[in-house]
């Protein structure tokens, strides 16, 4: 699966009318009225996909550190120290996104 940035994904609800429309103005539902308060809201599953990619990518990082310490770059204890680090942030993404994270 493809993951995407949060970037350009907020979208403003109008309260009053319901409508839902993207940043650039195009409309995901439309009503008659035009007043109203607008909130920014985010999809779930827009932030399910920045976080996953997130993840994706720390995940990439390990995998290099990995392959450093294979080819006599870095010591054993520079790659534990840094994997442990990476462990860390993932734990800590983890915690604050639990409902979008897949484990």
């Known amino acids: 699966m493809k993951y995407e940035p949060l970037k350009g994904k ?3 609800w109008n309260q009053v009318t319901g409508d ?3 940043i650039d103005g195009k409309y995901f539902l439309e009503t008659k009225t035009e007043n109203g308060k607008f909130i920014e809201i985010i999809l779930k599953s827009d932030i399910k996909s920045a976080v ?3 993840l ?3 995940n990439g990082i390990k995998e290099c550190v990995e392959a450093n310490y294979e080819n006599g770059w870095i010591s054993k204890q520079l790659k534990e120290h840094i994997i442990e680090t990476i462990e860390e942030i993932e734990n800590l993404i983890k915690k ?3 409902d ?3 484990e």
């Open 56 to 58: 994706e990518e720390i």
């Open 52 to 54: 996953q990619g997130l």
């Open 100 to 102: 979008v994270v897949e």
């Open 96 to 98: 604050w996104f639990p």
């Open 20 to 22: 839902i429309l993207t």
């Open 10 to 12: 907020i979208l403003l």
